[in-house]
Nanobody
């Protein structure tokens, strides 16, 4: 199992900045991908930025040039720096991890997706 602890988020005026962080812990053997999704009211959850194990990062077109995702491998933590925020960035942001974990009982490995509890980001105009 993997536990995700999110921090950051809040209320900010348009043009402002926020930083989200997400730390993963548990019986992690390897993290294949880690990043953030978001869900605005009445809309589907969408990917914002995800970094894969090879080191490349995929960004949603709507955030390119404004958001930066970074990862501290030693801490299994990702940081989403959000600059030049817009009202349309308002959403609940969810940390996402695709991880291979150790199943002690069977001495095997299993791959699963994990989600954080979500943190609200509100950008006022």
């Amino acid at each position: 199992q993997v536990q995700l602890v999110e921090s950051g988020g809040g209320l900010v005026q348009a043009g402002g900045s926020l930083r989200l962080s997400c730390a993963a812990s548990g019986s992690i053997f390897h993290i294949n991908a880690m990043g953030w999704y978001r869900q605005a009211p009445g809309k589907q959850r969408e990917p914002v930025a995800v970094i894969i194990s090879g080191g490349s990062t995929n960004y949603a077109d709507s955030v390119k040039g404004r958001f930066t995702l970074s990862r501290d491998n030693a801490k299994n933590t990702v940081y989403l720096q959000m600059n030049s925020l817009k009202p349309e960035d308002t959403a609940v942001y969810y940390c996402y991890v695709e991880a291979v974990t150790i199943v002690v009982v069977t001495t095997s490995l299993t791959r699963d997706d994990y989600w954080g509890q979500g943190t609200q980001v509100t950008v006022s105009s």
